[in-house]
Nanobody, 121 residues
Framework: QVQLVESGGGLVQTGGSLRLSCAAS????????MAWFRQAPGKEREFVAA????????YYADSVKGRFTISRDNAKNTVYLQMNILNSEDTAVYYC??????????????WGQGTQVTVSS
């Protein structure tokens, strides 16, 4: 079992930045990949970014490339999502997930409770 706790969401103006954190605990060795997904009002949940615990390879959705950076601190079992140049389309609930990898929800077995990010103009 793996527990994930997100933090760092909030309200930010267009063009601003936020950093999300996801602290993982439990049997994390069974989950080689950590990812962030998001769900905007009235839309399906979508992939944002992923990182491999070992090696640190990263993957991004086209919509966030060049603006968002995913990173990890293995010693703290924590994954971060640095979000820059935010715009209204980034407003969503952001979820941390742990699993085998890829950009499909079904590949992730464990999910956090979500943290709200709201970008105001």
């Amino acid at each position: 079992q793996v527990q994930l706790v997100e933090s760092g969401g909030g309200l930010v103006q267009t063009g601003g930045s936020l950093r999300l954190s996801c602290a993982a605990s439990g049997r994390t060795f069974n989950t080689p990949t950590m990812a962030w997904f998001r769900q905007a009002p009235g839309k399906e949940r979508e992939f944002v970014a992923a990182i491999i615990w070992s090696g640190g390879n990263t993957y991004y959705a086209d919509s966030v490339k060049g603006r968002f950076t995913i990173s990890r601190d293995n010693a703290k079992n924590t994954v971060y999502l640095q979000m820059n140049i935010l715009n209204s389309e980034d407003t969503a609930v952001y979820y941390c997930a742990a699993g085998s990898g890829g950009d499909y929800e079904v590949m992730y077995d464990y999910w956090g409770q979500g943290t709200q990010v709201t970008v105001s103009s």
